[in-house]
Nanobody
């Protein structure tokens, strides 16, 4: 399984960005795909996930602002991010595994990771 993120960059507070993750080799079911983020020196934090039944889970900090989606025809996972805040500035990672969770420590459930894409939000 290979994951490749794109779409990171800089935005002003209140602005929007959309992250994409191209996925290849994911053939097992059920699966979970999601987005995590990590700042230097901090734990990797679950942002939002979607499983093979289309059920999503999200961190409270992004409720109403980020909405994960997947396009199975393009094997691509998306994370549109609206109303960005400076505290959303992190390195964002795409992940894949068999079980879904965004709770603290859940990164250990995911077997495959992309290389990350940086998001910087200025006030």
């Amino acid at each position: 399984v290979q994951l490749a993120e794109s779409g990171g960059g800089s935005a002003q507070a209140g602005g929007s960005l959309r992250l994409s993750c191209a996925i290849s080799g994911l053939t097992y079911r059920p699966y979970c795909m999601g987005w995590f983020r990590q700042a230097p020196g901090k734990w990797r934090e679950g942002v939002e996930t979607v499983d093979s039944n289309g059920i999503t889970r999200f961190a409270a900090s992004v409720k109403g602002r980020f909405t994960i989606s997947q396009d199975t025809s393009k094997n691509t996972l998306y994370l549109p991010m609206n109303n960005l805040k400076p505290e959303d500035s992190d390195n964002y990672f795409c992940a894949a595994g068999a079980l879904c969770s965004v709770v603290a420590g859940s990164q250990r459930l995911y077997n495959y990771w992309g290389q990350g894409t940086q998001v910087t939000v200025s006030s």
